[in-house]
């Protein structure tokens, strides 16, 4: 049985497949910087009509790290938005190094606008955001991000 709730690989016996995780993970040195420099914005939109469509299903982003140390990360971000407006965002933190994660839900109302998504936090999270997005075929940039289309 492993010893914690997310079993983690021992990554030392795979050193050239974390290394190839991490050359996949890189783009261009532009890990975590938008395209555009906007991280959205938040205020009143004009409601779109075929965007939600675009956005519906569930969308994952995984960042790996590799710190001076030696000592393997990642970070992902799922986020989830259902035909019916709702959606939720799972955040896992991982370190590989020490055998450790942790995870998040956070749960959420969506709604498309004509160029953005306004993105509402349901309690005990709060908060409405607007964020810029596009969807190119399986990929969708949300406030310029990628994120690959894991389920529709």
Do not use: K
């Amino acid at each position: 049985m492993p010893d914690s709730l997310f079993p983690i690989p021992d990554l030392r016996r795979w050193p050239l497949s974390l290394l190839l995780l991490l050359v996949v993970a890189c783009d261009g040195g532009r890990l975590g910087a938008p395209v555009d420099g906007t991280l959205g914005t938040v205020g009143p939109g004009t409601t779109g009509t075929t965007a939600s469509s675009e956005l519906v299903g569930t969308w994952r982003r995984i960042l790996y790290f590799l710190a001076e140390d030696g000592s393997a990360s990642s970070s992902e971000t799922t986020w989830r938005f259902n035909a019916d407006g709702t959606a939720s965002r799972l955040s896992v933190t991982r370190n590989y190094t020490a055998g450790l994660a942790d995870a998040q839900t956070v749960d959420a109302r969506w709604e498309p606008l004509a160029q953005t998504v306004r993105i509402t936090y349901l309690p005990p999270s709060s908060g409405t955001f607007e964020f810029t997005y596009r969807v190119n075929g399986d990929t969708l940039y949300l406030a310029s991000q990628p994120y690959a289309r894991i389920a529709r």
